[in-house]
């Protein structure tokens, strides 16, 4: 019988679930693990490395963690491969001439520097990013079957299969089943429980604009860190993107009738 874990983590519930024979030791560390990169990429916490990034803006390089360092590389990629629409720098609300971009990100070995004016913020790729440090942590723990699930964010490796649900647009109490996932991952953005014209935390970097209405979109890919920047880049790109082929993903795209 497999053993399962929860807790609240990453403004969610992650649950964990690995195969009997995983040693029950790896729950409380990739959980302490999952806290430490949480306190990394956190936005709002004024004392996370991110915050100091944000604050060295204009003044001086930061000297990044490793794991920093590697999130950085992986939002440089997307925001290439994506011709910008994948953008952690673009703020809502700021006029064309105050506008930033990830452009303004200059990585020179394990120090970045960034303009006077640019703000980071990486609460669209964080969390899928440390899922995939949760499950690969797992597998070296000894886990011969791992399923990592963050509100929706997940990756699955190992035996066996676990069912993909996401909710009906339409009637979000209602779940759609869209297949099995044996290896890889699957993220989804979504609109659901926002009201009705709210602006929702998503911006086009094209306009800087705050988008109002969006459709529902999951994407798959072998790592979580893709498929969750991914959903922003269909959303403003729609579900036949070059980027989703250039990671190995691809789209579900369901609007509300």
Request: net charge neutral; aromatic share 6%; hydrophobic share 45%.
């Amino acid at each position: 019988m497999a053993k399962i874990r929860a807790t609240p983590l990453l403004g969610t519930f992650v649950e964990i679930t690995l195969d009997r024979n995983a040693p029950e030791s790896l729950f409380p560390s990739v959980f302490s693990r999952m806290r430490a990169l949480e306190r990394i990429f956190n936005f709002h916490d004024p004392e996370s490395e991110l915050s100091r990034l944000n604050r060295s803006a204009g003044e001086h390089a930061h000297r990044c963690s490793l794991e920093m360092l590697a999130l950085l590389r992986i939002c440089i990629e997307l925001y290439e491969a994506s011709g910008g629409l994948f953008d952690p720098a673009v703020r809502a609300g700021a006029v064309s001439h105050q506008r930033r971009s990830l452009a303004d990100l200059i990585l020179t070995g394990d120090r970045a520097r960034i303009s006077a004016g640019t703000v980071l913020n990486l609460n669209g790729v964080a969390k899928g990013y440390i899922v995939d440090r949760a499950c690969e942590m797992l597998l070296e723990g000894g886990a011969a079957s791992v399923l990592v699930n963050a509100g929706g964010d997940l990756r699955r490796e190992g035996a066996g299969e676990t069912p993909i649900w996401v909710r009906n647009p339409s009637s979000p109490g209602e779940l759609r089943n869209l297949g099995l996932l044996r290896s890889g991952s699957v993220a989804t953005s979504a609109g659901y429980f926002f009201a009705e014209g709210a602006e929702l935390p998503y911006v086009d970097p094209r306009s800087g604009r705050s988008l109002t209405q969006i459709p529902s979109v999951t994407v798959a890919a072998p790592h979580c860190v893709y498929a969750d920047a991914l959903t922003k880049i269909v959303l403003l790109g729609g579900d036949h993107h070059a980027a989703l082929d250039r990671f190995g993903a691809q789209a579900f795209v369901q609007w509300a009738v």
